[in-house]
């Protein structure tokens, strides 16, 4: 076992893992922040999707040990102080971007990091951003309208489909 | 996954050091290395990251006017500070899996790997790039040896990897959609001194150059030119994605996309 240390949501965190433990595992387990989901442990869906060090990563591709001495940011970092929705969390549910809900911890990561390095996103670049996520229950549609809402754009054009 | 120790050597001469001990294996992004070890089909009992060596990060431009990016530097960066030397390379690396996967993954970690559908080993064989290991520098035309196989040692790292920017140069891929990887992409380069053409996602025989197209290509630089070559679908890939004789006529599809997107 390794002492690991890093700052996750502003918060130190540490704790004891094998080499093997993933920092989805790390972060669910040893600290009990489970809204970081994990899908298809692959690497491909994308639910796990947090931030280190201000990038997107995917946590469940990614030694827990690799993130000793970062900065983590999950989906419990997210919305406001007061506990209300942040920006991007309100559109998704003004414009339907979730049903089961289960991906929706890893697209608003996704989402935040797309609209960090790219404030005013045009759709296609949206839809490109969110290739390593899925979604299996909207169609994609709505996620995609809830970012470019989130971001300032007048989505009243796009069909509600 | 097997358990294993990690190592996390600060400098290359550790890090070769590191894999010294017994079973041991480089780490990089993991992206492909975390998938593999969790399908049990490797059992390293130490991994050595080689994460947090800042030497072999970063790209910068050599005397030759090369673009050298260290073996440890992501596809994001890539993407990002290619864009002006060799835009077609950052445009590779820019579409390489999705935008998580790209914080992650590195290009040394790619190459040394071999993967018959990985990107970024089309690139390198066709601008006749330079593999720069621990130990000794490899052409590219040296360097690929099939499926999975390079020409590294048991324990050699790839620090950097120098490329000569073509005149012009384009990747063109032809997704697989479910795993983002190519299905087959070409990677055109065109040099003062003749045109090179490397093929990936296609053959047995991982990333090859088609040296039937760059003959033509090299005497008349049109999509026209390739249009009665072939390759021979019995020595490509053949899977639930696409049969070998599929394979073989993409090829040849998007050699002339690229060609056609330079023209």
Same mark, same amino acid.
């Given at each position: 076992m390794?002492?690991v240390?890093?700052?996750?949501?502003g918060?130190s965190? $540490?704790g004891?893992?094998?080499?093997?433990?993933?920092?989805?595992s790390?972060?669910?387990?040893?600290?009990k922040?489970t809204?970081?989901h994990i899908?298809?442990?692959?690497?491909?869906c994308?639910?796990?999707v947090?931030?280190?060090n201000?990038?997107a990563?995917?946590s469940c591709?990614m030694?827990?040990?690799e993130?000793?001495?970062?900065?983590?940011m999950?989906?419990?970092?997210v919305?406001n102080a007061?506990?209300?929705?942040n920006?991007?969390?309100q559109a998704?549910?003004?414009?339907?971007g979730?049903?089961?809900g289960?991906?929706?911890?890893?697209?608003?990561? $996704?989402? $935040?990091a797309?609209?960090?390095?790219n404030p005013?996103?045009t759709?296609?670049?949206?839809?490109?951003y969110?290739?390593?996520?899925?979604?299996?229950?909207t169609?994609?549609?709505?996620i995609v309208?809830?970012?470019?809402?989130a971001?300032?754009q007048?989505?009243s054009?796009?069909?509600?489909? | 996954?097997?358990d294993?120790?990690?190592?996390?050597?600060?400098?290359i001469?550790d890090?070769?050091k590191?894999l010294?001990?017994?079973?041991a294996?480089?780490?990089?992004g993991?992206q492909?290395?975390i998938? %593999?070890?969790?399908?049990?089909l490797?059992m390293p009992s130490v991994?050595?990251?080689?994460?947090?060596?800042?030497e072999m990060r970063? !790209?910068?431009l050599?005397?030759?006017?090369?673009?050298?990016?260290?073996g440890g %530097? !992501?596809?994001? %960066?890539?993407?990002?500070?290619v864009?002006?030397h060799?835009?077609? +390379?950052?445009?590779?690396a @820019?579409?390489?899996?999705?935008?998580? *996967?790209?914080?992650?993954g %590195?290009?040394?970690?790619?190459?040394a790997?071999?993967d018959?559908s990985?990107?970024y /080993?089309s690139?390198?064989l066709?601008?006749?790039?330079?593999?720069v290991t621990n130990?000794?520098?490899?052409?590219a #035309?040296? &360097?690929?040896?099939?499926? &999975?196989?390079t @020409?590294?040692?048991?324990g050699?790292?790839?620090?950097?990897?120098? &490329?000569? !920017? /073509?005149?012009?140069?384009h990747?063109e891929?032809?997704i697989?959609?479910?795993?983002?990887?190519?299905?087959?992409?070409?990677?055109?380069?065109?040099?003062?001194?003749g045109?090179?053409v490397a093929v990936t996602g296609?053959s047995? #025989?991982g990333?090859?150059?088609w040296?039937?197209?760059e003959t033509a290509?090299s005497a008349? &630089?049109?999509a026209? @030119? *390739?249009s009665? +070559?072939?390759v021979?679908?019995?020595?490509m890939?053949?899977?639930?994605?696409?049969?070998?004789d599929y394979?073989?006529?993409?090829v040849?599809?998007?050699t002339?996309?690229a060609?056609a997107a330079?023209?």
């Amino acid at each position: 076992m390794t002492q690991v240390k890093m700052t996750v949501n502003g918060k130190s965190a $540490s704790g004891d893992v094998e080499g093997r433990t993933l920092l989805a595992s790390f972060l669910r387990d040893n600290l009990k922040l489970t809204g970081t989901h994990i899908g298809c442990d692959t690497s491909q869906c994308g639910a796990c999707v947090v931030h280190v060090n201000g990038e997107a990563v995917k946590s469940c591709t990614m030694l827990a040990v690799e993130a000793d001495g970062a900065e983590v940011m999950t989906i419990e970092s997210v919305a406001n102080a007061d506990g209300s929705l942040n920006v991007i969390q309100q559109a998704f549910q003004d414009h339907h971007g979730l049903q089961c809900g289960f991906c929706t911890p890893g697209m608003v990561m $996704s989402a $935040s990091a797309l609209l960090k390095e790219n404030p005013k996103p045009t759709e296609a670049e949206v839809r490109h951003y969110l290739d390593g996520n899925i979604c299996r229950c909207t169609g994609y549609h709505n996620i995609v309208k809830a970012i470019l809402a989130a971001s300032g754009q007048d989505v009243s054009a796009l069909a509600a489909e | 996954m097997y358990d294993f120790d990690v190592e996390k050597p600060t400098s290359i001469a550790d890090a070769v050091k590191a894999l010294g001990r017994e079973e041991a294996q480089p780490l990089s992004g993991g992206q492909t290395l975390i998938p %593999t070890l969790k399908a049990r089909l490797a059992m390293p009992s130490v991994l050595v990251s080689l994460k947090g060596i800042a030497e072999m990060r970063g !790209v910068c431009l050599d005397d030759d006017g090369r673009v050298c990016i260290g073996g440890g %530097t !992501v596809h994001a %960066t890539v993407a990002k500070e290619v864009a002006t030397h060799y835009p077609a +390379l950052a445009g590779l690396a @820019a579409r390489i899996g999705d935008p998580a *996967v790209r914080n992650r993954g %590195t290009i040394g970690g790619s190459v040394a790997n071999n993967d018959p559908s990985a990107c970024y /080993p089309s690139a390198v064989l066709a601008s006749g790039a330079t593999v720069v290991t621990n130990a000794r520098e490899i052409a590219a #035309d040296d &360097f690929f040896q099939g499926m &999975f196989a390079t @020409a590294l040692d048991e324990g050699e790292i790839v620090t950097e990897v120098k &490329f000569p !920017v /073509p005149e012009k140069a384009h990747y063109e891929k032809f997704i697989q959609p479910a795993s983002r990887f190519p299905l087959v992409a070409v990677f055109v380069a065109k040099f003062a001194d003749g045109v090179r053409v490397a093929v990936t996602g296609a053959s047995e #025989d991982g990333v090859f150059r088609w040296t039937e197209a760059e003959t033509a290509l090299s005497a008349n &630089f049109s999509a026209e @030119a *390739v249009s009665g +070559l072939s390759v021979d679908g019995s020595s490509m890939i053949s899977d639930l994605h696409g049969s070998g004789d599929y394979r073989a006529h993409l090829v040849g599809v998007m050699t002339k996309r690229a060609v056609a997107a330079l023209a």
